[in-house]
């Protein structure tokens, strides 16, 4: 069994910064690629960025230059998020895919930016 587990949402005025966390533990440590997905009220799931094993990463355009993403140990990644805007607001998902193409997805970690 697997588990996603992401941490370090909370509450930031705009031009803030949070740093987000996604630790997978259990029967598989060692994953493909690693993303980060978002996903605002009323709104659909959306890509935010990931990142492989080999450490090639990825972007959607809304977050290019300002959120990094970034790779610990085979198991542990994560986001680094600056120059926050309102519409960065939303729950932040982690998604673990093997190298098989099974997904695992978190519960997801709140992200709000209002002034």
């Known amino acids: 069994q697997v588990h996603i587990g992401e941490s370090g949402g909370g509450f930031v005025q705009p031009g803030g910064s949070l740093t987000l966390s996604c630790e997978a533990s259990?029967?598989?440590?060692?994953?493909?690629?690693t993303s980060w997905h978002r996903q605002a009220p009323g709104k659909e799931r959306e890509f935010v960025a990931s990142i492989t094993s080999a450490n090639y990463r990825r972007y959607a355009d809304s977050v290019s230059g300002r959120f990094t993403v970034s790779r610990e140990y085979e198991n542990v990644v994560y986001l680094q998020m600056n120059s926050l805007k309102p519409g960065d607001t939303g729950v932040y998902f982690c998604?673990?895919?093997?190298?098989?193409?099974?997904?695992?997805w978190g519960q997801g970690t709140q992200v709000t930016v209002s002034s």
């Open positions: 259990g029967s598989i440590t060692n994953f493909y690629v």
């Open positions: 998604k673990m895919r093997t190298g098989t193409g099974q997904d695992y």
